[in-house]
């Protein structure tokens, strides 16, 4: 498979390019990044691109994928609506549309969040914009799968990149085994959502909005 991956620099980003990598089945990776992360791969291709609102550019490099697994999100936190509506939303329906255009066949695996407003009229924000960007995604025309993890704990080194994340990373580390066992279908590893990921794209998804205990049923046996 050959796929195309959005936010690699994230958390979630890093697991499922780690997965792609050692995958055997994954041919080839194009990471779209605006700085370079200086990562070299025999499978990975960086793809440097300043207009998140505009892909134009890159359509001809586009053709022939057969997944995009887009990560890149940021968090609500002190931001107003309209600004993180325009990452959240507008970013993924900007690439999601052309590749439903060039690769109709090709599966786009979203990352939206548990909780997530599918009414588009609850009262929290984020789930607000994440509902309306799921909607929005599940009516292009090729197949569209939302993720909805809930808490994921990060594995092989990875990191995120929100400090007030990081500092509760290491504050509850010695509880995560704990966890996963108390909370089975709250709680992830980086891991799992990564090979879920794959999983979906390689074999189809069971339904188009996957939450956390479909996430793990997927990543442990991938």
Partial sequence: ?????????GMVGQAVLRECLIDPQIEKVLSIVRRASG????????????N???FSALQQTWRGYDACFFCLGVSSAGMNEHDYRRVTFDFTLAAARLLAQLNPEMTFVYVSGAGTDSSERGRSMWA?????????LLALPFKAVMFRPG?????????????SYRMLYTATRPLWGVL??????????SEQVGRAMIAVARDGAPQPI????????LGKSA
């Fill in 1 to 9: 498979m050959k796929v195309i991956l959005f936010g690699s620099s």
């Fill in 39 to 50: 990562l070299n791969h025999v499978k990975l291709e960086e793809r440097v691109h300043a």
């Fill in 151 to 163: 808490v994921i704990i990060p594995l092989h080194g990875i990191r995120s990149r929100t400090r």
């Fill in 128 to 136: 607000r914009v994440k509902g309306a960007t799921e909607n929005a």
């Fill in 210 to 217: 996957m939450e956390v205990r479909d996430i793990n049923r």
């Fill in 180 to 189: 996963r066992v108390a909370l089975p279908n709250a709680v992830s590893t």
């Fill in 52 to 54: 998140f609102l505009d």
